[in-house]
């Protein structure tokens, strides 16, 4: 594959725990990954159950793949069998209760699919066994999987840029469409839906990104019903809307709500933040270095990328990436000095822990644009700190793909007291708009504390471990 040359660079850290600068190197050439020019969405997930992060690309016009997570960042590739041509995105989830990772592939001018895993890699299709619809012209880039009745079944919100967006609930692996039912308009120019609890009220609710002002945050009200909480302000009414991801960037307890913002080939828009004021109040943070930059957005990633404890954002565009570090109030920096991502066309991008040392990596799909560059680019973050703790949340039927569980970390002794939660991270997986992050929760925490942490599952169920030491990786069951 053609991949930039091998380099590495030093930035000011900004850590708050004395380590040292934070550092990447670009080993691109050493991952065994070839080069897609179809390249879209990227979902990391453990496939196969061996304890490291294997890597599902989403390729409209080609093949999917598959890559196989080797160890030493080293992956081997193959064909994703039950993969579709023109998939956009792979939506990962545990759709049937099997334990396995199964994965809806969202596609643009075609027919959406369900693949169900057998837990080595292998999928097959199941679209019409689940009772979904086949619809031969539909245009979808990335649904939302989640528990919206608390049933411990994952269920399907299909945003549809043309046909209209349509809800499915999940029984047992078979779905029921329900959008008239609890009073949801098939509005169409919609590209992705994002499911993550937004309110409050532990109930999972719906964001839905649109081309036009239409852009919809629909409550999951107690009853059953979804009601559409942006007609009430127009603080969501954005033009140019592709994707949305959910994290706590002011560390109030609240889950603020990132925008992915520009059409493709047509007038671009800016990332915008918008901040969680409680019960579903929103109000415009931001920053304006963001609002000056009208770009067409691809990805936007948050984790914390130099171990401080706040959340950063990696953001992916065809002109080039860029990477914001967060002072812990919500304001972000721009780091100028990198390995070499500012110039790449970027689509799909995560941040995660591939090499299992603690540190968020980041990895991009590039696509030709007006330079020729494509390929996937993977550069490695050298931080080895010991400033953090990974959390993986397992349910009560021993399921490791907890969609929107909600993982909280506190001083030890101090476990429930939300006047000293240090942090919150929810498991919603989807980052901006076609790529999807693990089912694992990563936190930068000082290496010299102790800690207790805080599951709280969708079904209502809560997993709770006490004087947690950092550096290393966890599993917290559901009681």
């Not at 080609?62 to 792979?90: C, D, V």
């Not at 890699?121 to 990335?142: K, Q, Y």
């Not at 969501?236 to 493709?264: E, I, P, S, T």
């Not at 700190?385 to 002794?413: K, M, S």
Request: proline share 4%.
């Amino acid at each position: 594959m053609q991949c930039l040359t091998i380099c590495a660079i030093a930035l000011a850290s900004g850590t708050s725990f004395g380590q040292g600068a934070l550092h990447f190197t670009d080993v691109s050439a050493q991952t065994g990954m070839w080069s897609v020019p179809t390249a879209w969405g990227i979902t990391a997930e453990d496939v196969d159950s061996d304890g490291d992060l294997d890597l599902l690309m989403a390729n409209n016009g080609s093949e999917n793949a598959l890559f196989r997570n080797e160890g030493g960042l080293h992956f081997r590739g193959q064909p994703l069998i039950g993969g579709a041509l023109s998939t956009e995105a792979l939506v990962p989830g545990d759709v049937n209760g099997d334990g396995n990772l199964d994965l809806f592939g969202s596609v643009w001018q075609g027919p959406s699919n369900l693949f169900l895993g057998d837990g080595t890699g292998r999928f097959s299709v199941a679209t019409e066994a689940a009772g979904l619809p086949t619809i031969p012209d539909g245009c979808c880039g990335g649904a939302a999987l989640g528990d919206l009745d608390g049933d411990r079944d994952l269920d399907l919100y299909i945003p549809d840029g043309y046909k209209g967006d349509r809800l499915l609930m999940n029984g047992d692996g078979f779905f029921t469409e329900v959008t008239e039912q609890v009073g949801l308009p098939k509005t169409p120019r919609s590209e992705a839906a994002l499911a993550a609890e937004l309110t409050g009220d532990g109930r999972l609710d719906i964001y839905v990104p649109r081309w036009d002002t239409s852009t919809a945050l629909y409550v999951n009200r107690e009853d059953g019903g979804l009601e559409n909480l942006a007609e009430r302000t127009n603080v969501f009414a954005a033009k140019g809307q592709l994707g949305a991801c959910a994290f706590d960037a002011d560390g109030d307890g609240n889950l603020d709500l990132l925008c992915v913002g520009g059409r493709f080939h047509e007038e671009g828009a800016p990332l915008r933040l918008l901040t969680n004021l409680g019960e579903g109040d929103f109000a415009d943070a931001t920053p304006a270095e963001w609002a000056a930059e009208p770009l067409n957005y691809h990805t936007a990633c948050v984790g914390d990328i130099d171990n401080d404890g706040d959340l950063d954002v990696f953001a992916t565009t065809l002109s080039g990436c860029s990477l914001w570090l967060n002072d812990g109030e919500g304001q972000f920096t721009r780091v100028t000095d990198e390995p070499g991502w500012g110039t790449l066309p970027g689509a799909g991008a995560l941040l995660c822990d591939l090499d299992g040392d603690g540190d968020l990596d980041i990895l991009v799909r590039a696509r030709p644009a007006e330079i020729e560059v494509a390929g996937e680019f993977l550069f490695r973050n050298d931080l080895n700190d010991g400033n953090w703790l990974e959390v993986r949340p397992i349910d009560t039927a021993g399921n490791r793909f907890c969609h929107a569980a909600q993982v909280r970390v506190y001083p030890a002794g101090a476990l429930g007291d939300a006047a000293r939660l240090i942090a919150r991270r929810d498991l919603t997986s989807l980052c901006g708009w076609c790529s999807y992050a693990p089912f694992v929760a990563h936190f930068g925490l000082d290496a010299a504390g102790m800690y207790d942490v805080e599951i709280r599952f969708t079904d209502g169920s809560r997993g709770t471990v006490e004087g947690v030491k950092p550096g290393r990786l966890i599993e917290v069951r559901a009681q």
